[in-house]
Antibody, heavy 122, light 107 residues
Framework: EVQLLESGGDLVQPGGSLRLSCAASGFTFSNYAMAWVRQAPGKGLEWVSSIASGGSTSYADSVKGRFTISRDNSKSTVSVQMNSLRAEDTAVYYC????????????????WGQGALVTVSS | DIQMTQSPSSLSASVGDRVTITCRASQSISNSLNWYQQKPGKAPNLLIFAASNLQSGVPSRFSGSGSGTDFTLTINSLHPEDFATYFCQQSYSSLVTFGPGTKVDIK
């Protein structure tokens, strides 16, 4: 059974830093691209960052230069280091797996974690 | 960035109704469009990928269509468990973007 379990959510002051991690199980982690998607309270979904199976990364403009995504295939984990946090970064952060079938990968997300709440407030 | 819009933003429907939600992209995205269902306090659930492909395990009353800039999610014969918020997502660009969502509630 595929499982994604986020950890690290917390209350942090503006300008502070936080690291979220996502532990994956039930699939060959190294074969899949992974992503972080966030949802501010009562709002829609916002893609944050992705990391390919080979390690190439991409970021939303709203977090570029402040967030860094990484992966450790030996531990089946994906993490995001969040620096210079702002009030507008307050959200539930989901870890998600890219969907692939026998033909292709579709940059859609077939498995999601339960979410980690990040609150940026003084 | 590719902007996504959805209409309506909300709708009220009854069990058994046929529901149609529209998603529009700010530029052509071919068939790189996905649909998700989200219930309160839960993570999103992938329903449709590549515009019209039903994800494994998703009931056949859900269907998707469209290409280019205009897409549709249809739910035939709404079930009680279908009351939720639905999001479209473009995967044409590496900078993924989601639509603002359509909330389907009980009439």
């Amino acid at each position: 059974e595929v499982q994604l379990l986020e950890s690290g959510g917390d209350l942090v002051q503006p300008g502070g830093s936080l690291r979220l991690s996502c532990a994956a199980s039930g699939f060959t982690f190294s074969n899949y691209a992974m992503a972080w998607v966030r949802q501010a309270p009562g709002k829609g979904l916002e893609w944050v960052s992705s990391i390919a199976s080979g390690g190439s990364t991409s970021y939303a403009d709203s977090v570029k230069g402040r967030f860094t995504i990484s992966r450790d295939n030996s531990k089946s984990t994906v993490s995001v280091q969040m620096n210079s946090l702002r009030a507008e970064d307050t959200a539930v952060y989901y870890c998600a797996r890219y969907y692939c079938d026998s033909r292709s990968c579709y940059r859609s997300y077939d498995y999601w974690g339960q979410g980690a709440l990040v609150t940026v407030s003084s | 960035d590719i902007q996504m819009t959805q209409s309506p933003s909300s709708l009220s429907a009854s069990v058994g109704d046929r529901v149609t939600i529209t998603c529009r992209a700010s530029q052509s995205i071919s068939n790189s469009l996905n649909w998700y269902q989200q219930k309160p306090g839960k993570a999103p659930n992938l329903l449709i990928f590549a515009a019209s492909n039903l994800q494994s395990g998703v009931p056949s009353r859900f269907s998707g269509s469209g290409s280019g800039t205009d897409f549709t999610l249809t739910i035939n014969s709404l079930h009680p468990e279908d009351f939720a918020t639905y999001f479209c997502q473009q995967s044409y660009s590496s900078l993924v973007t989601f639509g603002p969502g359509t909330k389907v509630d009980i009439k």
